[in-house]
């Protein structure tokens, strides 16, 4: 029976597949560790992995702008980038990928996670009412809990819920 050895295979391989997909991120690419040596504003940081320093978008999140060229320092924005400067200035992080691991300006886009504590730092950046909720299919493994953080921040007037009059 050559089909139950070759449905076999295919079980074998579609499980070391997923195991392989879920230890290494949404991608299926393996999860980055480096160091952070600048915070570019809130939801953008340079970071070091082996000898290469990447600029890493935050993915799911959108902080108020303070280093756009032709856009003006946004409301918040300065306290935005001031928080996740506390949150990963110098720290090591973790970079988890989605569907599309870089954007159109060659960053590379990923989920931040502070080491060794496990902090998930977009998430934080929500919560606390620092960033909004930006979901840009097709990456949009955690766009449902940034979104329900953003309402719970948004009622508790965190943020720049408070300070920017947003609704």
């Not at 070091?48 to 320093?53: I, M, S, Y």
Request: net charge positive; proline share 5%.
């Amino acid at each position: 029976m050559p089909w139950r050895r070759a449905l076999l295979i295919l079980a074998v391989a579609a499980t070391a597949l997923l195991g392989g997909r879920l230890a290494a991120g949404h991608d299926g690419e393996p999860a980055s560790s480096g160091r952070v040596v600048r915070v570019v504003d809130g939801d953008t940081i340079r970071v070091r992995l082996g000898g290469t320093e990447e600029r890493v978008r935050y993915l799911g999140v959108d902080t108020p702008e303070t280093v756009k060229p032709g856009t003006p320092v946004q409301c918040f924005g300065k306290a935005a980038s001031s928080f996740n400067a506390r949150l990963v200035r110098a720290r090591t992080v973790r970079l988890e990928f989605d569907a599309e691991r870089r954007d159109r300006y060659g960053r590379l886009l990923a989920y931040v996670y502070r080491e060794p504590d496990g902090l998930f730092v977009n998430a934080e950046l929500v919560r606390r009412g620092y960033a909004q909720p930006l979901t840009i299919p097709p990456n949009v493994a955690h766009a449902s809990d940034f979104r329900r953080l953003a309402r719970s921040a948004r009622r508790g007037g965190r943020g720049l819920w408070a300070a920017c009059g947003a609704s």
